[in-house]
């Protein structure tokens, strides 16, 4: 669902810009408050997972295909405001080395890709568990919800957007019909991506899921074919926040880099839901070159690199490096701006108690 220059007129994506940029700067104040010492090392990794991820276009109706959005999976591993950064950081990426998405369209991706798609996803998932059991199932059962609704939910904000600032004459009605509609399958998609990946890392680390945080449902034991309650244990020796989370973050980077370097090769080249609502209906009727189509990355190839399977396997591997670098190094600023905020507030309570 990037959205190139020329959808989109400039007054609605400057505002857009100004809206996303807004959107940021709330973000970045509230991930100090996620990003601990568990979330921290993870959200960089989550944005290349994404941006690699991102790289695997699935069929979806004849002659469509779609790929995973990641505001609804960011926001259930690291949290909701730390999940707009995460997709903003793989948008920027996207859009300045592969040309991939407008540069003067970037507000409006962030809106519809990040901030859309984490609010819907995150309020859906939030509003399930309290009315779920407090088991493990059931944050997949809600991520799986959430990331559902957010897809449909991005592309009516991207059809009010049209609606403010199109620059071709097409009815509004049928823009949000087909854009829903292939939206809603894509979001099927979406949802089981989602889910596979929340409940793979709940498997192994729950307390590495921030949707997950406060997860008290007692383990289970099979007795006589019936499964019950097992005694309470004795506390671990050594607290779950404080486990490394490097073997994870490992895992996490190799299968990043795995399927941006060589599982994308077999992604579906149908155009993705956008795209196809666009030829069809004739919204790309004024959509402009895109600002980096000489960048040596454009279009997810290596230039003068002749074959086509390793030019676009190198250029997957290196986005999901660029990506890991640029994520890693905001979200630990973000982090190290959090510890000053703790260690100043420690300091003022101190002298206030002194005096």
């Known amino acids: 669902m990037h959205v190139p220059d020329g959808f989109i007129d400039a007054p609605v994506s400057i505002a857009a810009g100004v809206a996303a940029a807004g959107a940021v700067a709330v973000s970045l104040r509230g991930a100090r408050r996620e990003l601990d010492e568990r ?10 997972f994404i941006f690699a991820v991102q790289m695997l276009n699935f069929p979806v109706a004849a002659g469509t295909s779609g790929h995973l959005l990641g505001g609804a999976l960011a926001a259930i591993l690291v949290g909701p405001y730390t999940g707009v950064l995460c997709v903003s950081v793989v948008l920027l990426m996207q859009g300045v080395l592969f040309a991939d998405g407008g540069l003067t369209a970037l507000g409006v991706n962030v ?37 559902l609704l957010s897809v449909p939910g991005a592309a009516v904000m991207f059809t009010a957007l049209y609606a403010l600032g199109g620059t071709t004459d097409v009815p509004l009605g049928k823009v949000f019909t087909a854009m ?22 709940l498997a192994v680390r729950p307390d590495l899921v921030h949707g997950a945080r406060g997860l008290a449902a007692p383990l289970k034991l099979r007795v006589g074919g019936e499964l019950v309650d097992a005694p309470a244990a004795a506390p671990a020796a050594v607290p779950a926040a404080a486990r490394s989370a490097k073997p994870v973050w490992i895992t996490g980077l190799v299968t990043a880099l795995v399927l941006a370097g060589f599982v994308s090769f077999y992604a579906s080249t149908s ?41 676009g396997g190198l250029a997957g591997v290196i986005g999901v490096g660029a990506t890991v670098a640029v994520g890693t190094g905001i979200f630990w600023a973000v982090r190290r701006r959090r510890a000053e ?3 100043a507030t420690s300091t003022g309570s101190t002298a206030s108690s002194a005096v």
């Open 180 to 201: 829903v509609g292939v939206h809603v399958l894509i979001g099927i998609g979406e949802a089981v991506i989602t889910a596979a990946t929340v409940g793979a890392v």
């Open 111 to 147: 809106m519809n890709m990040a901030v859309v798609t984490v609010v819907v996803a995150y309020a859906v998932f939030r509003g399930l568990l309290k009315l779920l059991p407090d088991t493990r199932r059931s944050v997949t059962v809600a991520a799986f919800a959430g990331a």
């Open 271 to 311: 155009p993705d839901g956008l795209e196809k609502v666009a030829a069809d209906k004739g919204i790309d009727q004024k959509v402009k070159e895109h600002a980096s189509a000489d960048s040596p990355l454009a279009d997810y190839s290596v230039k003068d690199v002749g074959d086509a399977r390793l030019s």
């Open 39 to 48: 979330a921290a090392p993870l959200a960089g990794l989550v944005a290349a």
């Open 341 to 343: 905020d703790l260690t």
